[in-house]
């Protein structure tokens, strides 16, 4: 990946502007008493390519000059006329060393599954008329029609029908086939009998008339190029025209001229450190059923006897079954009849209480403990992700509201606070897709170290940010050395932790399927509320850790009994 991306506007990306040294976590070189203002000035913006470490973004025409470019070296190779190499490229995914590995075999074979007839098989007087090869036409004079080199002739207007027709249908058009047939048997043709000479570009061009059908049919081969090459792809945001090359592969960060960032390797938007395959589990979570089953699995149980699925708030355990209308304990599962104040009333359940203190779960119960702490792991990564995400729109806004505050002053005394928003930007958003890799790693040292250093990088950050939220101009300025520095340090520590990510220092412990283990915080799973490793109820809406319930009764119970059984003589109570 591209340690080197940056998140935010097209402001400068000079480390050595800002004092950044290599490696490191420390936070001094920085210079505090030799600044020159001319440094901190807000240099003239980079262009994408400047940023793109390698990337360069390309314009349509950037890409037609490529794809020409190609065009002709494949011809002058081959000795062919371009049309001819244009649809051998066409036909083969543009894969330069593939037209020639397969020309230089055996080229009579290509020939004839391309559809490129040589031109020397046609005979070279013409008559002064033709027929047309369609059902509707009759002999029409040369002049008014034109042949490939399979030597079927079509009028004008069949071509003009056809070539139409062809476009309109969509951006298969860009492998069009004669119309003719091959066969010379008195049948009804199949699907063998046509005839697959490819119909070159100049065709098109000559005989559709409509310039919005011709736009499409440029814009598909255009694609059919794109689509060929492993180093350029289209930039994914809808409407944008540009594309990018990275001539050395991988997940690069491209930073688009429309603006928009992404990654190269999968086509979503910018997610470094977090390696694609993981950024991809995680965004289609919320749009596959698996949360869905999710939830299912950690809030509901069956019914015993019908077997639909229930979902128990802020009620006792006798449990009445809407579709059947059996009565079972919520607990144990066994029917109510069985149960009343000799087994804990309402509020709680002996048997099932007995078999929690040996350890003795149903699987329906391991499964639902299980899916709750998946649950509430899933919550609390994903809210930190969302709230980081935020943080990036928030950052942004500040931002222009800087640039709206010192639009009349010299950009030499306040560049610098563009260059810090600049930082955060680009801290906030490693920092969102940390939360995401760390779902995916399995709880160990390795992982505390990497959330530790998570929790550096995200305290400088609102650290910094609220030195520059809602000041004043004179304010601002006067803090000017001290935003340097810490813009320095979230800078180091963003590139650090980036680095190690892509040099493997977290691959041992990273997993291709998350798992229930959560040491630190949890998510509730009522309201997503983030909540301390010790809480045993969530601190927003009072929902219990174990089930998941608000006012949760039999947690209260039993922290009641757990309460009493600790006080100071119970014990003596107990025995007497």
Not at 35 to 62: F, H
Not at 156 to 180: I, R
Not at 317 to 323: D, E, F, G
Not at 527 to 554: F, W, Y
Request: net charge negative.
């Amino acid at each position: 990946m591209d340690t080197s991306s940056e998140i935010g506007s097209d402001w400068g990306d000079d480390d050595t502007e800002m004092g950044v040294n290599e490696g490191g976590w420390d936070d001094d070189g920085v210079g505090q008493d030799e600044w020159d203002d001319s440094k901190d000035a807000k240099q003239p913006a980079e262009t994408p390519t400047e940023r793109n470490d390698g990337c360069v973004i390309l314009t349509t025409e950037k890409l037609t000059e490529q794809q020409k470019a190609l065009i002709e070296r494949v011809a002058e190779l081959l000795y062919l006329e371009p049309e001819e190499a244009s649809c051998l490229l066409r036909h083969y995914g543009w894969k330069e060393e593939k037209v020639k590995r397969e020309w230089f075999a055996d080229q009579d074979k290509v020939r004839r599954e391309v559809g490129l007839t040589p031109a020397s098989n046609l005979d070279e007087k013409l008559p002064d008329t033709v027929q047309c090869a369609s059902a509707y036409c009759d002999r029409v004079p040369v002049s008014q029609a034109a042949r490939l080199n399979c030597g079927h002739w079509f009028c004008n207007s069949c071509w003009e029908g056809f070539l139409t027709s062809q476009v309109s249908h969509g951006q298969e058009c860009v492998y069009t086939s004669c119309p003719g047939m091959r066969c010379t048997l008195d049948h009804n043709h199949k699907f063998g009998c046509a005839c697959n000479e490819k119909v070159p570009e100049s065709f098109f061009y000559k005989y559709v008339k409509d310039e919005a059908l011709l736009a499409k049919y440029r814009r598909w081969v255009l694609n059919s190029f794109v689509e060929g090459q492993r180093d350029i792809r289209w930039c994914p945001r809808p409407g944008c025209e540009y594309a990018a090359l990275n001539p050395a592969g991988g997940a690069r960060t491209v930073v688009c001229k429309c603006g928009h960032q992404w990654c190269f390797g999968c086509g979503e938007e910018a997610h470094s450190p977090c390696p694609c395959d993981l950024v991809k589990k995680w965004l289609e979570r919320d749009k596959s059923d698996e949360a869905t089953q999710l939830w299912l699995a950690a809030r509901t149980k069956e019914c015993p006897k019908c077997h639909v699925r229930i979902e128990k708030n802020k009620a006792c355990n006798h449990m009445t079954c809407a579709k059947c209308g059996h009565h079972f304990c919520w607990h144990c599962k066994g029917p109510w009849s069985s149960h009343g104040s000799s087994t804990g009333g309402f509020y709680s359940c002996q048997k099932y209480n007995e078999d929690v203190a040996k350890g003795n779960y149903s699987e329906e119960e391991k499964k639902l403990i299980s899916s709750t702490k998946l649950l509430q792991k899933y919550q609390y990564y994903y809210t930190r992700w969302k709230d980081a995400r935020a943080g990036i729109e928030f950052t942004r806004k500040l931002g222009k509201a800087l640039e709206a505050k010192f639009a009349n002053q010299d950009i030499n005394k306040w560049g610098f606070l563009l260059e810090a928003v600049d930082r955060l930007a680009a801290a906030r958003h490693v920092l969102q897709w940390t939360y995401c890799l760390a779902f995916y790693m399995r709880q160990s040292s390795t992982k505390t170290l990497f959330e530790y250093q998570q929790g550096l990088l995200l305290e400088s950050t609102e650290a910094l940010q609220d030195i520059m939220d809602n000041k004043s101009a004179e304010t601002l300025i006067d803090l000017r050395k001290d935003i340097i520095n810490r813009t320095s340090s979230i800078e180091k520590f963003r590139q650090e932790m980036v680095r190690q990510v892509e040099r493997g220092d977290f691959e041992e412990c990273l997993m291709s399927r998350e798992d229930d283990a959560l040491d630190a915080d949890w998510g509730c799973t009522t309201c997503g509320k983030i909540n301390k490793s010790t809480a045993q109820q969530c601190v927003s809406c009072t929902a219990c850790r174990l089930h998941g319930e608000m006012d949760c009764k039999a947690c209260q119970n039993t922290r009641k009994l757990m309460a009493a059984a600790a006080a100071p003589g119970s014990a003596g109570r107990a025995r007497s």
